[in-house]
């Protein structure tokens, strides 16, 4: 005769569904025996591995199979679960899933506490973390070596937005769900990172300025394609910029001419707008030509004022 369906089956019963589980117990206990600093540990076996399965059906919010703590100590099961864990692979974005609702909170928590000004920068930043990850990078220019990379929007140092990225092809910056990069700055998720943090300010348009906000970037989001998307949002941007960014192609010229011959002085400096006049592109001789854009200001340290 068939069990009932109420019947809460014996977690050892689930063997029968997953054949396999001898060498992902003698793996977990491989990792437990060389790392596990406590002399209590002993290797895990197949019968607490089933013991330990739980349901992780978020939507009918089941729980457990069945009671963890008729099967083992909480000692035994916390000290499992630092080599052996069961998670449902439901998006590339599951890591920092696990952060919410507590990320959401914190970000819209910064905002109240701080009301932002008219200059806001946008970077990229690292977040400490040394343990086991497969999100995590290691940037040895950084004086953060190993953690998470996170693009952030900031205020002298204090952060009002920001957002995970996951390394890796098809991954990166982790938007809200359903947020689709605008379609006029091309397919670049890392420049779509600047007008989705912005528009998370709620500053209010100064009737004597036309922006909401300048915005203060570097090359490796600059271009002329962002600054008009953000020109047309009610944000000006000023910020460094790549050969490939869509700078005036002369100045492109100029900067591999001088990097071959190195003919141009020092503090040499170049300017000219864009055809429509509503970005102005700038280069001026450091050490090598270092190219610039923006819509709100000039080489002369002028604040374009557009009426």
Same mark, same amino acid.
């Given at each position: 005769?068939?069990?009932?369906?109420?019947?809460?089956?014996?977690?050892?019963?689930?063997?029968?569904?997953?054949?396999?589980?001898?060498?992902?117990?003698?793996?977990?206990?491989?990792?437990?025996?060389? =790392?596990?600093?406590?002399?209590?540990?002993?290797?895990?076996?197949?019968?607490?591995?089933?013991?330990?399965?739980?349901?992780?059906?978020?939507?009918?919010?089941?729980? +457990?199979?069945?009671?963890?703590?008729?099967?083992?100590?909480?000692?035994?099961?916390?000290?499992?679960?630092?080599?052996? =864990?069961?998670?449902? %692979?439901?998006?590339?974005?599951?890591? %920092?899933?696990?952060?919410?609702?507590?990320?959401?909170?914190?970000?819209?928590?910064?905002?109240?506490?701080?009301?932002?000004?008219?200059?806001?920068?946008?970077?990229?930043?690292?977040?400490?973390?040394?343990? =086991?990850?497969?999100?995590?990078?290691?940037?040895?220019?950084?004086?953060?070596?190993?953690?998470?990379?996170?693009?952030?929007?900031?205020?002298?140092?204090?952060?009002?937005?920001?957002?995970?990225?996951?390394?890796?092809?098809?991954?990166?910056?982790?938007?809200?769900?359903?947020?689709?990069? &605008?379609?006029?700055?091309?397919?670049? &998720?890392?420049?779509?990172?600047? &007008?989705?943090?912005?528009?998370?300010?709620?500053?209010?348009?100064? &009737?004597?300025?036309?922006?909401?906000?300048?915005?203060? +970037?570097?090359?490796?989001?600059?271009?002329?394609?962002?600054?008009?998307?953000?020109?047309?949002?009610?944000?000006?941007?000023?910020?460094?910029?790549?050969?490939?960014?869509?700078?005036?192609?002369?100045?492109?010229?100029?900067?591999?001419?001088?990097?071959?011959?190195?003919?141009?002085?020092?503090?040499?400096?170049?300017?000219?707008?864009?055809?429509?006049?509503?970005?102005?592109?700038?280069?001026?001789?450091?050490?090598?030509?270092?190219?610039?854009?923006?819509?709100?200001?000039?080489?002369?340290?002028?604040?374009?004022? =557009?009426?």
């Amino acid at each position: 005769m068939a069990k009932p369906t109420n019947v809460v089956p014996d977690p050892t019963d689930l063997g029968t569904l997953r054949p396999d589980f001898e060498p992902i117990a003698e793996r977990a206990s491989e990792k437990g025996t060389v =790392r596990e600093s406590s002399p209590k540990w002993k290797p895990l076996t197949v019968e607490e591995l089933l013991k330990y399965y739980w349901n992780t059906d978020l939507e009918k919010h089941c729980g +457990l199979h069945h009671a963890i703590t008729s099967h083992m100590s909480r000692e035994r099961f916390e000290a499992i679960a630092c080599w052996f =864990r069961i998670t449902p %692979f439901t998006s590339t974005s599951i890591v %920092f899933e696990k952060l919410e609702p507590l990320n959401a909170h914190l970000q819209s928590v910064s905002r109240q506490l701080w009301i932002p000004g008219r200059d806001l920068a946008v970077d990229e930043c690292m977040e400490r973390f040394q343990s =086991r990850s497969h999100d995590t990078l290691k940037i040895p220019s950084k004086p953060i070596l190993v953690g998470y990379k996170m693009w952030v929007i900031a205020e002298k140092g204090y952060f009002l937005s920001w957002l995970w990225h996951s390394k890796g092809a098809g991954k990166g910056p982790h938007f809200d769900h359903g947020y689709r990069p &605008p379609k006029e700055m091309g397919l670049n &998720p890392t420049a779509a990172v600047v &007008p989705y943090l912005v528009q998370k300010m709620q500053r209010l348009l100064d &009737p004597s300025f036309e922006y909401r906000h300048i915005l203060w +970037l570097d090359n490796l989001f600059m271009s002329v394609k962002l600054a008009l998307y953000l020109e047309r949002h009610k944000t000006g941007c000023t910020g460094t910029a790549r050969t490939n960014s869509g700078i005036w192609s002369e100045l492109v010229q100029k900067k591999k001419d001088n990097k071959r011959n190195d003919t141009i002085p020092w503090r040499t400096e170049f300017e000219a707008p864009t055809m429509d006049g509503k970005v102005n592109m700038m280069a001026w001789k450091d050490n090598a030509l270092v190219f610039m854009m923006s819509t709100t200001h000039t080489l002369a340290g002028e604040t374009i004022i =557009r009426t």
